[in-house]
């Protein structure tokens, strides 16, 4: 009899699994399954500057590729570049697919100097002092076509970081650090 309970038990559990990723969307699934390459096009919207770039090759993060990503992140105010989490890129990548959209995004505020950060806060709101901007973990966006609110939306659904909305600013902020929004 307890041999019959654990085969049960066994079939259950593989069953709850197998439901479970059914459950995944597909695209989102193969993103996280399948080793590919995965290409980014943004457009900074400050120094109108584009970029298309293969900042992973399927098996590992393409150097080159990264530090073109880094240039186009850089505080244009300062003309400061930082290296930028590169698990901002892949969040950035998996919400596209997520989204089945391949159109540029288009970069408001990537890396902030903390002069920069600073006198932003001066001049504004919505600046938080320990900003993830300053880290380089941190980005401010949007994407021609696509409604902002279902950008926040897929956001949310990733559970990669932080998601913050401002509509009236035209921008979605994600970043890596812990799970939250506003």
Do not use: C
């Amino acid at each position: 009899m307890d041999q019959i309970d654990n085969h049960r038990r066994k079939w259950l559990a593989l069953g709850t699994a197998a439901m479970g990723i059914a459950l995944l969307p597909r695209q989102a699934f193969a993103t996280l399954s399948t080793p590919r390459p995965r290409i980014l096009k943004l457009n900074n919207l400050n120094t109108g500057e584009s970029i298309k770039a293969e900042f992973f090759d399927g098996k590992t993060y393409n150097k080159d590729e990264l530090a073109r990503l880094n240039h186009l992140f850089r505080d244009y105010r300062a003309n400061k570049m930082k290296t930028i989490d590169p698990r901002l890129f892949d969040q950035l990548y998996r919400l596209q697919v997520l989204m089945g959209n391949n159109k540029p995004v288009q970069l408001v505020s990537g890396y902030r100097s903390l002069v920069t950060n600073d006198d932003l806060r001066k001049h504004g709101r919505g600046v938080a002092k320990h900003s993830y901007h300053t880290q380089g973990r941190a980005m401010d966006f949007h994407i021609e076509g696509l409604q902002l609110s279902n950008i926040r939306k897929a956001a949310l659904k990733m559970r990669a970081g932080g998601v913050g909305f401002y509509p009236r600013s035209n921008f979605v902020h994600i970043d890596t650090g812990p799970v939250r929004s506003w």
